[in-house]
Nanobody, 111 residues
Framework: QVHLVESGGGLVQPGGSLRLSCAAS????????MSWNRQAPGKERELVAT???????TYADSVKGRFTISRDNAKNTLYLQMNALKPEDTAVYYC?????WGQGTQVTVSS
């Protein structure tokens, strides 16, 4: 059974950093393209960053230069390093593998 479990969310001040993790199981993680997505209150879910099986990354314009997506295939884990956080980054962050979503982790950026 495929599972994605996010962790690492929390409350952080503007300008601060967080690292999100997504533990994957039930599929061949190393062969899967993965992504991070987020949904703010009252808004549609949006794509934040992607990483291919080969390690190629893409980012939404709103997070370029501040967020870094990475993966550790030995640990079956996806990461999102978030720096220089802004209040508009406040959202529930979801990990995605083809056909399955994680449960999400809340990130709140506020002073």
């Amino acid at each position: 059974q495929v599972h994605l479990v996010e962790s690492g969310g929390g409350l952080v001040q503007p300008g601060g950093s967080l690292r999100l993790s997504c533990a994957a199981s039930g599929f061949t993680f190393s062969m899967a393209g993965m992504s991070w997505n987020r949904q703010a209150p009252g808004k549609e879910r949006e794509l934040v960053a992607t990483i291919s099986a080969g390690g190629t990354t893409t980012y939404a314009d709103s997070v370029k230069g501040r967020f870094t997506i990475s993966r550790d295939n030995a640990k079956n884990t996806l990461y999102l390093q978030m720096n220089a956080l802004k209040p508009e980054d406040t959202a529930v962050y979801y990990c995605y593998a083809p056909g399955v979503w994680g449960q999400g982790t809340q990130v709140t950026v506020s002073s």
